[in-house]
């Protein structure tokens, strides 16, 4: 893992869809869920083994947990929740894998000259542009007077190293896509189990108090966008740095022990963006107090 970078790096483009790295690996992980996903639901039985054991015993505490949450909304809420945890494990686990970061191709750019004066030049400062070209200073060298013009920097190349897969959490444009995806879901089901008109009680009131409060809860559904993806995010690219890190000084034994911690804060970090999906999508779709579910 030598490199790090917070945007996701281009390696081609479909028309007007750029393909980065990330979205390459996002495309890896959905094939792999689907493909087990139907290895282990294919031939089900009473007493469960190989791959349907272990989707059970992953499946199995999420289930209690979202039916002693969600109750009578459990058979809703847990399909999507469930698939949040699987595709964000996947996602932060895969980043671990010898490769990616390392395994790639150098793109080389022009970079275009750059107007410097001499004065930089001598001062260390090749790289700052004259504020108007065709000016002219005066400095006195030496004794003398010496008409110092801007010069234009050589026309130079520069490579950059660019990796075919990437962790995907370690980019903000996905974990972003994540926490609306997660979001929007979550006001989609509050109008299915609350109505048209719940939903907006929710927010607008005749009551001053209560409105006030809905409008406090309007803004907050703007901080859970930001608070489910900058978690997520900081969380998966800090340890990438730390791994990069790490491994440039001792390559071999040294970055073990941060391996597993990764492994943990992978199963950790998806656990808490599910789990808070979750919560919001219980407390978005109850009704007001006094109401009676069914």
Do not use: C
């Amino acid at each position: 893992m030598e490199h790090i970078s917070l945007a996701a790096e281009k390696i081609g483009q479909v028309g007007f869809l750029p393909i980065t790295n990330t979205l390459i690996v996002s495309w890896i992980i959905v094939i792999v869920l689907a493909v087990l996903g139907y290895m282990a639901g294919k031939n089900v039985h009473m007493v469960p083994s190989g791959l349907q054991n272990l989707f059970e015993s992953i499946l199995e505490p999420l289930w209690d947990m979202t039916r002693e949450m969600a109750h009578a909304r459990a058979r809703t809420f847990f399909p999507i929740i469930a698939t949040f945890f699987l595709y964000i494990l996947l996602a932060n686990w895969f980043g671990l894998f010898p490769g990616f970061g390392t395994i790639g191709f150098w793109e080389t750019k022009k970079v275009e000259p750059k107007a410097i004066s001499q004065e930089q030049l001598a001062t260390g400062q090749p790289g700052a542009e004259s504020k108007e070209a065709g000016t002219s200073a005066q400095q006195n060298l030496a004794g003398s007077a010496v008409t110092q013009t801007s010069i234009a920097e050589a026309p130079h190349t520069e490579r950059t190293f660019v990796p075919f897969f990437r962790s995907l959490n370690a980019d903000l444009n996905m974990t972003l896509g994540l926490a609306l995806a997660s979001v929007v879901i979550t006001h989609i089901l509050a109008l299915r189990f609350l109505g048209f008109w719940g939903y907006i009680s929710k927010w607008i009131s005749l009551n001053p108090i209560m409105l006030f409060v809905g409008l406090l809860e309007l803004v907050s559904e703007g901080t859970k966008v930001l608070s489910l993806s900058l978690r997520l995010f900081g969380n998966i690219f800090a340890g990438e740095v730390v791994l990069s890190t790490i491994s440039n000084l001792l390559a071999f034994i040294a970055p073990l022990p941060f391996y597993f911690l990764e492994i943990i804060v992978g199963v950790v970090q998806a656990a808490v963006f599910m789990l808070l999906t979750l919560v919001f999508m219980t407390l978005l779709s109850e009704k007001h107090v006094g109401a009676e579910e069914h």
